[in-house]
C-alpha cells in the first residue's frame, strides 16, 4: 500500500468464519488489499453486524457451527443493496455453485463462490475487483450527497463503469441466442450504484455517451469471442433517448464494429418505446440507417408507452420485448395473457422475434413459449453476470435439459 492508498476512504468488508484462525487469515489479505476487515465468528455476531452496518463487500463460512451462511445471505439481500459476496466453504463445488445461484436469485447478483482450503491467489482474485482501483476522491467526500454528472464523467475516466452481461436463450430449446448488456458502476465513494439510479443522471447530461461508449466497446469484445463458438450470437446493448438524435453515434458504432471486426448483425441495439417515440424523425434516421448497416435494433420496455401499435407499424425494428410488469404478472392475470399473446401475434405479423423479460421461474418459461415468445431473459435463467462468471455459466449451461427440465418442472 502506498502513503496515497492510505489516505483513501477504506472499503469494509465483513469475514465471517467461525475458525478464527481462518478469520485471521482472510482479514489479513483483505487489509493488504486496502480494505478495513471486521471479523465475526459467529452467525448470530455477523447477523447483528448485518443489521446494524452496510458493508461494501462480504466473505462468507457456509458452516457457521449448528447454522449455516444461507440465511446471512438473505439478511444481505434484505439490505436491498447490490453487495458483492465472496462464499467461502468445504461443501463440494455442486453446494456451492448452488449457493450462488441461490444468492442470485435472492438479487445478491455479484456472490462468487471459492472452495476449502482457501487458495490465497483466488481469493485475491476474488476481492481486487475495486480493492486496488484508485481513487483520487479526498477521503472526507462525502457519500451521502447526490450523485453528480461530474462524479460520473470521472468514473469513467477511472474505469468504475462496466458491463454485466444477462444471458437470453430460445425458449423452444434453451439455447444461448445471445446477452445483453446492462450499466455497473462501483464507486470509490458511493459504492455499487444502480444504473436506474445513474443512467437517468448520465441521459440528463453528456456523460451518457461516453457510457455507452464502454457498453458498446465491451459488449462487442465479447461478441467478437462468442462468435467464434457460435456464429449467430447476438449481445444487446441499451441506448438512451438523447443518443438517439446523436448522428455521431452512427459513425461511432460503424467504427468501433470495424476495429472489433465484428459483422453487424452480431450487434443488437435496445431503445425503449417512450425513447423511440420521443423525436420520431431523428429516432427513425438513426435507426434505419443501423438497420440498413445490419445491425439489429429492439423495441425495449414493450407494453409500457402509449403508441405501441403504430410505433411498430412505423419503426424498423427486428425484435420487441414484452415489458417485466406483464411478464411477471401474466401468469394469475388473465388480462395480461391476452396482452401478451396480442403482442406476440402483432410482433410475428411484422416479423420480429418477441423476448419476454423477468422470467424468474419454470411455470412462466413454459407459459411464454406455448404462447409462442420466441427468447426469454431473467434471473429464472441467470442474473446479468460479469465477463468471467457469463464464461462459466456458459460452459455449464446445457440447453436441452435446462428446456426440458424447466418445462417439466412447469408441468409438474
Ligand atoms: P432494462 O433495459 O429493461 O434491463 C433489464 C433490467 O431487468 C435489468 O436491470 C435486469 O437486471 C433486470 N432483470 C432481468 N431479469 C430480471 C428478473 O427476472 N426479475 C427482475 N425483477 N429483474 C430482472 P438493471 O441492470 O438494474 O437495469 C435497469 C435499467 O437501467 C435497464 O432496464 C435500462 O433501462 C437501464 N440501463 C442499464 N444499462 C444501461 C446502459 O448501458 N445504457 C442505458 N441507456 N440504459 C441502461
Ligand atoms: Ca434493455
Ligand atoms: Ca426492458
Known amino acids: ?20 484462525v481462518q478469520g485471521a487469515v482472510i482479514s489479513g489479505v483483505c487489509r493488504r488489499l486496502g480494505y478495513q476487515p471486521v471479523f465475526a465468528d459467529s452467525y ?12 461494501d463487500c462480504y466473505t462468507l463460512d457456509l458452516s457457521l457451527g449448528d447454522r449455516d451462511g444461507i440465511e446471512l445471505l438473505r439478511l444481505i439481500a434484505s439490505s436491498g443493496v447490490a453487495r458483492r459476496v465472496i462464499v467461502i466453504s468445504g461443501c463440494d463445488e455442486r453446494i ?24 490465497l491467489a483466488s481469493l485475491r482474485e476474488a476481492l481486487a475487483f475495486d480493492g486496488g482501483r484508485p481513487s483520487a476522491q479526498p477521503a472526507s467526500e462525502d457519500s451521502s450527497r447526490p450523485i453528480n454528472a461530474g462524479d460520473l464523467r470521472r468514473g469513467v475516466d477511472r474505469n468504475e463503469l462496466y458491463a454485466m452481461f444477462q444471458p437470453k436463450v430460445d425458449l423452444a430449446s434453451g439455447r444461448v441466442v445471445g446477452c445483453e448488456a446492462l450499466a455497473r458502476w462501483d464507486s470509490p465513494i458511493f459504492g455499487a450504484v444502480r444504473p436506474d439510479l445513474f ?15 464502454v457498453m458498446l466497446r465491451e459488449s462487442m469484445r465479447l461478441a467478437r469471442d462468442y462468435l467464434a463458438v457460435d456464429p449467430a450470437f447476438v449481445v444487446a446493448v441499451n441506448l438512451s433517448a438523447t443518443l438517439l438524435t446523436d448522428v455521431g453515434i452512427l459513425d461511432q458504432i460503424e467504427l468501433m464494429l470495424d476495429e472489433t471486426g465484428l459483422p453487424a448483425r452480431a450487434l443488437m441495439i435496445e431503445v425503449t418505446e417512450s425513447t423511440a417515440m420521443s423525436d420520431v424523425g431523428r429516432a427513425m434516421d438513426v435507426l434505419l440507417r443501423l438497420r440498413i448497416k445490419g445491425v439489429g435494433i429492439s423495441m425495449d420496455d414493450f407494453g409500457t408507452g402509449y403508441s405501441s401499435l403504430s410505433a411498430l407499424a412505423r419503426m424498423p425494428f427486428s425484435e420487441l420485448k414484452i415489458d417485466r410488469s406483464f411478464v411477471n404478472d401474466f401468469l394469475k392475470d388473465a388480462d395480461m395473457r391476452k396482452v401478451v399473446a396480442a403482442s406476440v401475434a402483432i410482433a410475428h405479423e411484422y416479423k420480429m422475434k418477441v423476448v419476454a423479460e423477468g422470467i424468474e421461474d419454470a411455470d412462466t418459461w413454459r407459459a411464454l413459449e406455448e404462447l409462442g415468445c420466441d427468447i426469454g431473459q431473467g434471473f429464472g435463467i441467470s442474473p446479468p453476470l460479469s465477463r468471467k462468471a457469463l464464461d462459466a455459466w456458459y460452459g455449464l449451461w446445457n440447453p436441452s435439459a435446462s428446456a426440458s427440465r424447466i418445462r417439466r418442472a412447469g408441468v409438474e
Open 1 to 20: 500500500m502506498t502513503d496515497a492508498n492510505e489516505k483513501r476512504p477504506r472499503r469494509q468488508i465483513l469475514v465471517v468464519d467461525d475458525d478464527p
Open 96 to 119: 456451492l455453485s448452488a449457493t450462488v445461484r441461490m444468492a442470485h436469485a435472492t438479487g445478491i447478483v455479484d456472490a462468487i463462490s471459492l472452495s476449502k482450503p482457501i487458495d
Open 199 to 213: 443512467i437517468p443522471i448520465a441521459e440528463a447530461s453528456d456523460a451518457i455517451k461516453p457510457i455507452t461508449l
Open 44 to 55: 448470530q455476531a455477523a447477523a447483528d453486524l448485518i443489521a446494524a452496518h452496510s458493508f
